[in-house]
């Protein structure tokens, strides 16, 4: 191009292209070398990462030209990155659910960032030991959320009777005998994540009598 501005195109890959330009007038001439530096950077903040607790890790493909900083989009504010300069990093306290954050290089005055999800498909069994004074008696955990379903599962040797059907959070029982303690187990689960906990039905119940009738 002999015209003193141009645009240059087609500079596909980082660092400096040298150019010179030349002035010329009969026999004489003159030149000068100008450098065009190619900063830009491409992120990516690799992929979504599925947790069943409430940690995760993320790995962003690195730059090691760049300056690269995670920062969150969407999340709770007690959600804790670890390390947000390096590309792999772990993230705490992620709450229930999807999160977003964002993977972003800096390069001299260019810039890019992706964006990647921390799903948190943790669930919780919760349960209480029940004490039975009079059968049937009703079992006390919660109820499963967020799609998730429970079941109970008796531990013990001994049979005992879900009247509800096992998968009901505060299904009845019946079937343990006097003074027996039963071990249950009652297990929440989702389409990635299951948690368990255990509880006791202790049999309290007895039969008192005051005997006959006396005339």
């Known amino acids: 191009p002999s015209s003193a501005i141009t645009v240059v195109d087609d500079l596909i ?12 007038r009969g026999d004489c001439s003159s030149s000068d070398i100008v450098t065009v530096t190619n900063n830009t950077v491409y992120a990516n903040a690799g992929n979504d990462e599925p947790t069943c607790n409430d940690s995760v ?28 300069l390096t590309a792999e990093t772990i993230i705490r306290n992620l709450r229930p659910g999807t999160s977003l954050f964002r993977w972003t290089l800096e390069k001299g005055t260019c ?8 799903i948190n498909n943790s669930v ?43 998968t009901l959070f505060n299904t009845r029982i019946d079937g343990i005998l006097e003074d ?32 006959v009738n006396d005339t």
């Not at 890959?13 to 010329?24: A, I, N």
């Not at 039963?182 to 509880?199: E, G, H, M, P, Q």
């Open 13 to 24: 890959l980082p660092g400096d292209f040298d150019f010179k330009w030349t002035v010329t």
């Open 57 to 84: 890790k993320l790995i962003a493909v690195e730059d090691l030209t760049a300056a690269g900083t995670w920062t969150p989009i969407s999340a709770s504010s007690s959600t804790i990155i670890t390390s947000s």
């Open 111 to 118: 810039t890019d960032y992706d964006e990647v999800q921390a």
């Open 124 to 166: 919780k069994a919760v349960a209480t030991d029940v004490t039975i004074c009079q059968l049937p008696s009703q079992l006390t955990a919660s109820p499963p959320t967020g799609g998730a379903t429970g079941l109970w599962t008796n531990l013990s040797p001994s049979p005992i009777n879900f009247i509800d059907g096992n």
């Open 180 to 211: 027996d303690i039963a071990i249950l187990k009652w297990k929440v689960s989702n389409s990635y994540c299951s948690d368990s906990t255990l509880i006791m039905a202790t049999n309290n119940s007895f039969d008192i009598s005051a005997g």
